[in-house]
């Protein structure tokens, strides 16, 4: 009988630990970057937490200028394949949002947007690789190189 009432209370402590990991295994973690006029984004780093499952980005563009002369987005890419992204997206022109279609080497894209507008994309922390380095960028025609950043998981 002693042993039995000892022995609850211990599995009442792991089904316990068991339920938090359960809450913890799924975790969206929200970004914000801010595009502008002067062809700028808000910052140059982002930074993710290691235990995110799934990450939100939402840009906004705070400018008044419209998309099809100051269109701004944000792609997610390894570092290496950011140049010749860029080659395919001016390829793929304003319609396609000058983003590569069903391109693999995109881990994750907004559309394009004009002054006042913002949307998001969210991609899951599972498609990043440890030891590669992550860039994004807004892939309108002359913009990538003031508009990049780096994704940082800490
Ligand atoms: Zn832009």
Redo the contacts with the bound molecule.
């Keep these: 009988m002693r042993c039995s009432s000892l022995l609850r209370p211990t599995a009442l402590v792991l089904l316990g630990t068991l339920a938090g990991a359960g809450a913890a295994s799924a975790k969206t973690c929200e970004l914000k970057i801010d595009?502008t006029d002067a062809?700028q984004y808000s910052t140059k780093e982002l930074v993710v937490a290691k235990d995110c499952t799934d990450v939100t980005v939402t840009l906004k563009h705070t400018g008044k200028l419209p998309k099809a002369s100051?269109?701004?987005?944000w792609i997610l890419a390894a570092e290496a394949d950011v140049q010749p992204l860029l080659g395919v997206a001016m390829g793929a022109g304003l319609a396609a949002d000058y983003t590569p279609k069903d391109d693999k080497r995109v881990i994750a894209h907004t559309k394009?947007v004009g002054g006042g507008e913002e949307t998001s994309t969210t991609f899951k922390m599972a498609d990043l690789k440890a030891g590669t380095k992550y860039k994004y960028f807004?892939?309108?025609p002359g913009?990538?190189g003031l508009?990049t950043g780096v994704l940082t998981v800490k």
């Design positions: 595009g062809m100051m269109g701004h987005n394009l807004c892939s309108f913009h990538a508009m």
